[in-house]
Structure formats: C-alpha cells, structure tokens
C-alpha cells in the first residue's frame, strides 16, 4: 500500500463524495471528515465505521467470485481455533501437437515486358509464393483459489472457492516450446486471512471491529493494536490481490499471442464504487434511525457495534449499508460488462477478466482504509498545528521548557543559564566569562545565535582542597568555588540535535587560565587542555555529544552474558559513567600573581602596564618568579612593616632591572653578530642601508661566501656576564635582523634605578644563594594555612564527591525513568578550535583555526604560568572556580508533533519528569522541595513515582 498521501486523498474524497450524495438521502450532507465539526470520540467511531466497511467489502468482493454465506461462516468457525489462509495455486503445461506446412503468395507481382523495335509485344507476369512451416503447441492452465485450515492436510480442511481449467493453441516458427513443458506449480501465492473471519459476530457474518479504548497499548484512533492488526491485515490482503490479479492478466496476453483479439483496456476498475470512505454529516437535527431495510444484492452488511448514544455527525447503518449495495451493484454491473467482451471459453476468459477486476478492487479497498485511517490522524496534526499556530519544532519545544521552569522551580532551585562572570568578588569588575553555548540545527533554529544553555546547578563557595598534575612531580592545589552543572538535553527523531561549544571570553587588559578535563577522584582534577586567556582574546571550544546506552537497555543487554563478561561490561560502564563529569577549572591570573610576588591584595588592580610586563616576563622569558617578588628576609630587611606601596615599588624595581638585562643581553648579541660581519664581510665598512631597508637586511645577513650569517638558529647567543650571573630557567633566543639592531642603537640609554629601586645583578645573585639557606622565603600566613588544609583534608571532610554522582543518576534513572528514554551524555573536546584575538589596542580582531599542535603549545605555555604562579605547586591556587558538568538526553523516537498526535504523548511532561529526576540528584533533595506548591499536586498525578521514591527514601 502507498504512504499516505494528502493531496491523493483528497482527490479520493471529493471525487466519492459526488457518488455518496446521490446514494443517500436528499436530507444528508456529506463531507469530508475535517469539514465537520466534531469531537475526538468521533475519531474512534469513525475508524470503526471504515474498518467494518472494509471488511464487509473485501467480503463481498470474495463473494462476488465464488464464495457464499455458509462458506463465510464456515470459515468463520475455522477461525476460532485455527489459522484460516487464501491459498491460489496454478500449474500450466505445453505439448506439441502438430506441424502444418502452407504456402503464402506476396501481394506484389513482377510484370516483365517485351518489346521489339520499342514496341511491347509481350508481358510476363509472376509471383512469390512463400513456404510457410508452423509448429503448433497445446497450451493448458489450472488454477484454483481455495481456504485452507491450518496447513490443509486433509481435504476436509480445503474449501475450494474458484477453479477453472483453460486452454489455448499456441504457434511457432520453430520446433520449439514456447513455455516450459510442466511448469507446477506455476504460481502459489497465500495469505493468512484469520483476522478477517475473527472480526465477524459469532451468530451470523456481520464486522464487529471495535477499538479497545482501555487497553495499555491504546493511544490514538489510529495508534493501537486493534488498528495495527487490521493494517498489517489490509497489507498482506493487498498483496495476495496484486499477485493474483497480476498472473491472471498475465494469461490475457498469452491469448493474445495465439492470435486473438481481447479488449485489455477493460480491464479496469475504476467504475467500481469503493463504500471505504472518511465522511461525516452536517447536520444540526438529531439523528433520524431510519427504517430497516434488507440487504438487496450485498451478501455482507454492517451493524452497531456499540450500544452507546449515536453521533449526530457520523454515517448511520443504513447509509453504510447503503453504500455497500452500491458497491455489489456496480460489481455485478462491470461483470455482465465482461461477459459481453470476453468470450466464455480458452485460456483466458471472462470468468479471468471478472477476477482480475475483483481482486484489483479488493486492493484498492485495502489502499483506501489506510487512506481513511491515515486521514483521521492527519486531521489530529492539522488541528493541533492550528490551535498553536504552527508546526512545533525541537527549538520551540526547547523554548517552552525554559518558560515552563520559570513555573515550574522555586526561585533558589531554578535551572541558569550557564555563563559565568570570572570576578574576584561582586565589587570588581570581571575578567571575562566562561558559558558553554549551543546552536540549535533544524526547522526553527538559527544558527547565527548562540545562547548558553541552561543547566540546574549546585554552588558551593567553599569546598575541600583539590589538586591537579602539572607533571609527573609537580601537583597544584587549588580552592575556591565549586559548581555541579546537571544538563537535560532532547532529542526528537530527525534533528540533528544541538552543537554546544565552550566560549570563553577576557575582556582588555585582563587575563585568566581556563582548563579542561575530568573530575578523577573526590580531590583530584585531570586537565587535558589548558589555554591562557587575554586582551579580548575569545576561545571557542566545539564540544562533541555522544550517548550510552539507558540503565534498562545496558541490564537487557547483559543478561545473556556470563559472569565475567558482564563484569567486563559493569567495569567498562563505570568508566564511561564517570566520563560523564565534564571539568572547566577557571583560574584568575592577577591575584595569584600578588600572591606569588608576596603583594598585598588588590595590588596589581590599577598597574596595567606591569600587569603586562609581569605576564611577559613569566610567559615569554619564563623567569622565576623569585627574581621578581618582594622578599623582607634578604637585602630588604631594613624595610620595617612595608606598606603595600613599598611593596608594589620594589617589584616594579625588580621588573624594570630585568628588562635591563634582557636589553642589555640584546645588545651584546647585536655586537657579537655585527662583529662576525665584520670579519666575514669585506664591504662591512661601505655605508648601511637604513634601517628597514631591503638592502640593508641584505647586507647583514649575508656573508662573503653568499651563505645567510647572523641567524639565531646558526650561532648561540653572546650573553654578558651581568646576565650570566642570573639562573633563567628557559631564556628564548631574540632574533637579530637589522630592524632589532638599527632601533636598538637608536634607542635612548636606559633610566637611571629609582631611589630604592632594585640593587645590582651581583646583588641580586647573592640575595639568591642566601634564600637557600634553610630560611627561605615566606610563604604568607593564609596561603600556608590554605596548604596545611589541603594536606589534611580528604573526601570525608564533609565536601561532596563528584565521581559518585553518575552512579547515583544512573541508580535513579533506572528506578524513575519508567520510559527508559534517558540516556546518559559523554562530552568531549572536539578537535577544531578557534581562537579570536586582537594584536594590539587599534588592531582589527582577527581569527585563526588551532590545530592539535597549537592546542598543544597554548597547554604548555599555560602549565608553565601555573608553574610560575604556583612555585611549582608550592603555592595552591585561591582564587580558582571549578565547573562540572554531568550531562543527559531525553530521547524520542519520533518528531515533536508525531509524538504527541502517533504516541498520544505530551513531551512536557515526560522531560519535566527527567528535569526533577536530575535535579533532586544534583541538589540532594526531594522532588517536593524543588517545585512550587502550586504544581505539587499536577506533578504528582503526572509522575506519582517521583514522590514514591522520595517517600521510600
């Protein structure tokens, strides 16, 4: 049978609805079904005025060819206890019978004159005469259409309903058989027509389908088992139909091979009335019962088969009745049609022709009651898409459910957009922001627009030391707050879903550390990637979506296992479960920066300019962080209580002198290459290109033997000894082209030291070796305490444990989802990130593509900050806020509309239930104290298991 068809049918219906007016009384309207108003109990009532049509059609259509009324509720009986099927059988053989040999003259002559002196004296006239052998062939048919019992293995369970024996010559050229000799069988089609006689009342062959309204599996008119038989029912009947009628028409063309003229256009059953229709009445009266009429030519007709009161919209018995009539009458019409076109003896006669127009009408009953019932479900989605206004898409419905939590939570419970501000505190302004946003694909999505998405979210301000590994020997600790993110996806069939990315975002002249992983243990994070974050630098981090199987279907799936195959199973679930913590760690460069430089708090707040220097020297230089801080125990403990502007002055002291080296470090390369120039470049003396100019690089760089000299690749850098005096713990080799040079010496001589400024390098140097003595330097009370807490505090200080929360979930999915739809939800970083930033102040932004090599060296150029910023883990980190994520998707199988019109299902509720199943586990509290009063009472009838569960608990 075709897919349902708008447009089709309702051509079918209009074209119908002429014949049904004439039909039915002058006092009846008929219309199409979604012309007419009427109430969802119609719906049901007039899928079970179709069905009962059908099946007294497809009756009457067998009738029609052979079976009568004590055949019916023979098999009727036989359908109590056995499998009833329609069974046709044929065989054919071919025999030679003769050879006849004629002679055939061609209708063309040869005339052949002639003439003496240009006179014709004489004509000769001939003929071709063609010799002709023919080879004729007896060609014979049986067939029979027979109901069998069971498998039929006696003949008292065969029931035979039609069979004919038919015979035709045919005529070759050569001894040779047109057909197989014997061909059995030469078509066996069957089909189990068991539902057919089942749906007929005991007493007598009346339909009595009904749809069972209480059944579980009950959904819609069209949704429920009883429809779903007699569809599967209607599908196989249709194809017995075709298969049959199709050999049959087959043995049309064989006669007309053996030289006799049919008209195969009649064959055609468009005149037929099919009574399968999905119309009502308009009418405003009461119903009318009218009087009890026979049943005239139809063998089969239909009765009530409810008891209730009657629509007033639907068609009465005696109006189906009526158009079932119509129907014989016009069977037997094209039948008395057939007999007077086809001729009543041979192989293919009119008793073929009327059974290839019967079994084509009974497929064409069974296209038009799909048709019928495929048209009460259309009109439920045409009539929810108009009292909404649209067709719903997963973003609108995505839409809703944010609008729907607004009523739903209380206010300390509401889910959040998750985008966070990265701050000290509420009284200074924010570095940046951290949101993981998704773009909606599909119908009703826009691309272009980015939102965070939203999540349910527990906050803790203070929590329990956790530690990450910077390397194979060094662990940070770090505090500060924590953030347990629970997200509940959807998914519907055929959306390709949504693509989240993490973005994050620092505003100017601001910086921080983001990193990404997975929480390993109740105290543990394990970064995969790390990048620094500066100067309106925005990093888009794509995020891949991947499911596990439910709780329900991983049980299923292991049942059949062995011991240790499932315990293989269980194990590699665990993990998977705790793949499902996705850990964004944030952390804020400035104030670890005064930490580390032993600086007051809010110190570097307003110090632009050596906020930057700072971030150079560590990132670019990497230069410990002892040469820059404020130390009171060495050299500088003439310093009585310094103030923090005596200690901001002597770091920017230390800054300065270190730039002077790195300058000073500069110039001597620049003379040790121009020195080597010298040396190798006979025109050295000769005048210089300016600075900038082509000719001049040229003429640095190149030596006289035409090779490139003065590269920091080819020769190791001079350092001076003021600069050897100092341990660097990785100085990056300077280029040395001409522009460095040329500006270098133009370059004014550096500042005198500020008063109090920092002392000498050899100074300095000492000030080194004394703080290895076993007083080192200082670290400041809180941040010693913070150490001592870190060391002392474990997963049973009170601070929750991430890990156990996706064993927990999965625990109460299993126990809650009673759908089995939630899936759990691995993310990951995907490979493709992309990174936009801005070179200078007045610089157009611009955006570059990192590759796994450049992710790579932003992690490195991270790690060794913290290793700066931290001491290599001797300091933890304070001001850091760790965001996990534990993710989810509800899954339907089919389109937001589908699901509610095919499934009965509103997709408000199911999701509502697996937002409250997340959110009692994230929040650790009862279903009860999450939502408003208001909804206790809605939310306990739609999902009593929820309130069970924390009752039980």
Known sequence: MEAYAEGRVQQRIEAALERVRVILDATKDPQAAGDVHHQYEDKYLLVEGVTNAAVASQLNSFCALGLTIQQVQTLQEWAKDKAVSFQFISEETCAYDREETREEDDPRRHVEEVSVRGVVQAAFTSKVVTKITEHFWNFAVKYELVAIRGVGETADDRLCLMSRTGQAQLVTSAKQSPRPEVKKPAAKHQVNVSWLFRKLKNDKAVPAFAVDRLAKECKTPRRNEDVQKAYQHCEQLAVFAKQVSSYLRGLFQIQTTAKKSLDLAALRDDDLFIPVLPVMVQSAQEAIEDVEMDGGEALVLVEAVRDEAHSNVQLTVQDSNRLLQEEVRTLKSKQTDLAEAFPADGLATRAEAFAVIALQHVSRVCANWADAVGYVEDMLRKQLAAAIGKEVSPADFAAYMRFHYRKLFHEAFLPKPLCFSVRRSDTHSPEGTLSIEEDVVGPGGDSNIK???????????????????????????????????????????????????????????????????????????????????????????????????????????????????????????????????????????????????????????????????????????????????????????????????????????????????????????????????????????????????????????????????????????????????????????????????????????????VPGGAPPPQQQQQQQQAQQQPQQQKVPESSQQFADQAGSTGATSGSRDYTQVPAQMDQRFEKLDTDNSLRPTIISAAERWTKQSQKALLASPSTSFLSKTEQKTEREAAFDLLDALTKSGALPLTHASLHVVIAATHCFDKTVTETVIQNNVNPIAKVERSSLIMASTVHEKPVGELIKDEQVQRVTAASPQLFLEDASS
Not at 477 to 490: I, P, V
Not at 519 to 530: H, N, Q
Not at 543 to 569: G, R, V, Y
């Open 451 to 753: 939102s965070p998405i939203v999540t349910m979210v527990a906050s803790a301000a203070e929590s329990a030391p956790m530690t990450f590994p910077l390397s194979a020997s060094t662990n940070i600790t770090f505090g500060g707050e924590r953030h347990l993110h629970a997200w509940l996806s959807h998914q519907f069939s055929g959306q390709s879903g949504c693509q989240l990315s993490l973005v994050a975002r620092a505003r100017q002249f601001s910086s921080m550390l983001v990193l990404i992983g997975r929480v390993a243990s109740a105290t543990s994070f394990d970064p995969k990637y790390a990048a620094i974050i500066q100067n309106k630098d925005e990093l888009t981090i794509p995020l891949n979506l991947s499911t596990i199987p439910t709780p329900k279907e991983f049980k299923d799936a292991i049942e059949s296992l062995s011991p240790e195959q499932q315990a293989f199973a269980k194990a590699f679930r665990a993990m998977q479960l705790e793949s499902t913590l996705f850990g964004v760690l944030v952390v804020q460069i400035k104030p670890q920066l005064e930490r580390v430089l032993n600086l007051s708090d809010d110190s570097l707040t307003k110090e632009i300019k050596l906020t930057q220097d700072l971030m150079q020297l560590f990132i670019k230089y990497q230069i410990p962080s002892d040469l820059l801080s404020f130390d009171a125990t060495a050299g500088e403990a003439e310093m009585v209580n310094p103030t923090p502007a005596e200690r901001l002055e002597r770091v920017k002291g230390h800054v300065k002198a270190m730039h002077e080296m790195i300058e000073g470090a500069k110039q001597e390369e620049i003379q040790a290459r121009e020195q080597e120039v010298l040396y190798d470049d006979p025109f050295a003396n000769q005048p210089r290109a300016p600075c900038g100019a082509a000719g001049g690089v040229a003429h640095l760089q190149r030596s006289s033997k035409g090779g490139m000299r003065g590269s920091a690749r080819s020769r190791p850098m001079a350092v001076p000894a003021a600069m050897q005096s100092i341990q660097f713990s990785a100085m990056p080799m300077p280029g040395a082209d001409c522009a460095v040079a040329e500006c270098a010496a133009a370059a004014p001589p550096p500042p005198a030291p």
